[in-house]
T-cell receptor, first 115, second 117 residues
Framework: AQSVTQLGSHVSVSEGALVLLRCNYSSSVPPYLFWYVQYPNQGLQLLLK??????LVKGINGFEAEFKKSETSFHLTKPSAHMSDAAEYFC?????????????FGKGTHLIIQP | EPEVTQTPSHQVTQMGQEVILRCVPISNHLYFYWYRQILGQKVEFLVSFYNNEISEKSEIFDDQFSVERPDGSNFTLKIRSTKLEDSAMYFC???????????????FGPGTRLTVL
């Protein structure tokens, strides 16, 4: 079985400050890990993915995440927050490289950007 | 850019009624999925569908739920007799055929908000 824990249902940062959204996973097999972003009234958009290649993964909009097997973590960071980054962020895990396997999501972190 | 579309965007129904949620996946995709998100909770996997049959389903996907690909473009989720607890946002997703050595991203639609009264 797989699971994802996202620490902090709400994270507030100032514009220009570092963004850090935490994700820890549990998986009995080598995982595939993802971060999705959801803007209001929209679907889920893939930010970045870890698929067992490089442990530091770069995504869209300046976000990146580092896979740390020893810590079972996949935290999302961005050096400088922008107002447009305000959204809901979901970490997700699956056991294989696609196909029929569903994604297991965390509860999400609402990112608030203070001007 | 191709995208997954869902209709309606919002559906209100009475408890005990049947509802059908519709999705048009991206045209060259072969894997299809339904997820739901109860207000304030996490997104949960319901079912995946490939080659005209269910591939995987979660424990949420009980006999009240069914999926169908009635033609070459639509993918539907039917709830036979809705309950109050079925109120949620339902997301459809699709992905390309699997290729060795690569991950096939799931592309999500904007969702249908189902309200059961």
């Amino acid at each position: 079985a797989q699971s994802v824990t996202q620490l902090g249902s709400h994270v507030s940062v100032s514009e220009g400050a570092l963004v850090l959204l935490r994700c820890n996973y549990s998986s009995s097999v080598p995982p595939y890990l993802f971060w999705y972003v959801q803007y209001p009234n929209q679907g889920l958009q893939l930010l970045l993915k870890y698929t067992s290649a490089a442990t530091l993964v770069k995504g869209i909009n300046g976000f990146e995440a580092e896979f740390k097997k020893s810590e079972t973590s996949f935290h999302l960071t961005k050096p400088s927050a922008h107002m447009s980054d305000a959204a809901e962020y979901f970490c997700a895990v699956t056991r294989s490289g696609g196909g029929a396997d569903g994604l297991t999501f965390g509860k999400g972190t609402h990112l608030i950007i203070q001007p | 850019e191709p995208e997954v579309t869902q209709t309606p965007s919002h559906q209100v129904t009475q408890m005990g009624q049947e509802v059908i949620l519709r999705c048009v996946p991206i045209s060259n995709h072969l894997y299809f999925y339904w997820y739901r998100q109860i207000l304030g909770q996490k997104v949960e996997f319901l079912v995946s569908f490939y080659n005209n049959e269910i591939s995987e389903k979660s424990e949420i996907f009980d006999d009240q739920f069914s999926v169908e690909r009635p033609d070459g473009s639509n993918f539907t989720l039917k709830i036979r007799s809705t309950k109050l607890e079925d109120s949620a946002m339902y997301f459809c997703a699709s992905s390309r055929p699997m290729t060795a050595g690569s991950y096939n991203e799931q592309f999500f639609g904007p969702g249908t908000r189902l309200t059961v009264l």
